[in-house]
């Protein structure tokens, strides 16, 4: 299924920080986001965005805990119902399907889940992110994982094991919190379940709910990919149109062969601007431009679209927090590391 790169923020979340006693007018400051971001109820994020949000609530609160707390205190009522479907479900297998399907309509995380041997693995992918995931993004997906297992089977829900990637050792209240052994500095972050435990039934599973949100989240999905392919296309079209200057939101809509105004009314709906999509497009094709050791800097530019190399620059450094001819050296270092078996 084709996604844009859109977080939803649900007002829930800002009223949870103040809770723990964090504004989120210092967070979105630490974060380097909007400051008035959190007014207005649901706000939308990029992928980066979010990932930088996390990392300055960790940093402000200091607490290796806060994601498992904030999963733990948190009222089921107050769910999204792209989450709360998943507490009507049959069993716990049902309910982590759901949950996974239905994520996608908050954000573009990407739930696997693999059953082999006897145990459920779970993994979680981030398509658009580029950074490193912080440790209280996974914290939040995992406690939320195995919480609904523990709330919905109102059974003690036990983790066959769980491996995390971050190098530092977990505190005891971490370990007794999942109540499995926790590896750290794996290769990837792994939720590993008992298949035993899929099989629980959940005494909640309500049919009737069901056949209510069901049909709404599912047209929703749809309508999503809808939205997502266009925004897609759109940003297809620009790659394409930059190097001979920066197409209008007319001339791609006259490419797509639909008026100014519906384009216009099916980005909005994605959560984006045709502005986004614009830096978007971008920056996709600036990466991939530079991939290439053999493109001078200045042809880039070019090929973007920008009059001059100190406008290419300047933005750049907004998407990457470097200027590309380092990010060049880390990608390429990075690249060759891998090639030597540097990373497994």
Request: charged content about 20%; hydrophobic content about 40%.
């Amino acid at each position: 299924m084709a996604q844009t790169d859109t977080c939803k923020i649900p007002l829930a979340f800002w009223r949870a920080i103040e809770g723990l006693g964090i504004r989120p007018a210092a967070l979105l400051r630490q974060a380097r986001l909007p400051a008035t971001l959190h007014l207005g109820g649901q706000a939308f994020v990029t992928s980066a965005q979010y990932f930088a949000l996390m990392q300055a609530l960790s940093d402000l609160s200091g607490d290796p805990m806060l994601g498992i707390r904030m999963v733990q205190t948190v009222d089921t009522a107050v769910h999204p119902p792209s989450s709360l479907a998943a507490f009507y479900a049959r069993d716990y297998r049902d309910g982590l399907a759901r949950l996974a399907r239905f994520k996608r309509l908050c954000t573009p995380e990407q739930l696997h889940i693999v059953e082999a041997n006897g145990e459920c693995t779970i993994s979680a992918e981030w398509p658009f992110a580029t950074g490193i995931e912080p440790a209280i993004s996974v914290d939040i997906t995992f406690a939320t994982l195995v919480e609904m297992g523990r709330r919905a089977t109102r059974q003690a829900i036990v983790p066959r094991r769980l491996d995390l990637a971050r190098p530092v050792p977990v505190s005891a209240a971490y370990a007794e919190y999942f109540g499995c052994q926790v590896r750290t500095g794996a290769a990837r972050n792994l939720l590993v379940l008992d298949v035993a435990d899929l099989d629980r039934p959940f005494p909640g599973h309500n049919p009737d709910m069901l056949e209510m949100l069901t049909p709404a989240l599912s047209a929703a999905l749809g309508e999503l990919e809808v939205q997502s392919s266009v925004a897609e296309q759109v940003k297809i079209i620009l790659k394409r149109s930059l190097a001979s200057g920066q197409p209008g939101l007319s001339d791609v809509a006259r490419q797509l062969g639909m008026s100014e105004r519906t384009l216009q009314r099916r980005i909005t709906e994605t959560g984006s601007t045709f502005r986004d999509l614009l830096s978007a497009a971008r920056r996709d094709l600036g990466r991939h431009l530079l991939a290439d050791p053999t493109t001078d800097i200045d042809e880039v530019a070019c090929l973007l679209g920008y009059q001059d190399t100190t406008s290419f620059y300047r933005a750049f450094r907004e998407w990457e927090g470097m200027p590309p001819n380092r990010w060049r050296e880390m990608n390429a270092a990075g690249a060759d590391t891998m090639k030597t078996g540097g990373f497994h």
